[in-house]
Nanobody
């Protein structure tokens, strides 16, 4: 059964922090690539950060140095720690996964998606 449930979104002032979590079903947790993607109003969906089965990570340029992706194998939970948030980070954030070997930031690679959690950053 495929299941991804995000939590942790909300409203924060610029410079603040949020931690997003994504609880996955065991089937989804076994996918080789998991990640966070986002979509702002009027913009295309874009990759934020991914983590592969070997623990390797990749980040979009805007996320480097501010965001950290991690996974907890004991809880089947994927997390995204976001620090130094900016107004431009305002978007719906999605947790996603796929079984391919290549683990990149292209949204079209992902087969399984959560419902999304809203992040709003006020300046």
């Amino acid at each position: 059964q495929v299941q991804l449930v995000e939590s942790g979104g909300g409203s924060v002032q610029a410079g603040g922090s949020l931690r997003l979590s994504c609880a996955m079903s065991p089937y989804t947790w076994r996918r080789r690539c998991m990640g966070w993607l986002r979509q702002a109003p009027g913009k295309e969906r874009e990759g934020v950060a991914v983590i592969g089965a070997d623990g390797s990570t990749d980040y979009a340029d805007f996320a480097k140095g501010r965001f950290t992706i991690s996974n907890d194998n004991t809880q089947n939970t994927l997390s995204l720690q976001m620090n130094s948030l900016k107004a431009d980070d305002t978007a719906m954030y999605y947790c996603a996964a796929h079984g391919g070997y290549a683990c990149g930031l292209d949204p079209s690679d992902f087969d399984y998606w959560g419902q999304g959690t809203q992040v709003t950053v006020s300046s």
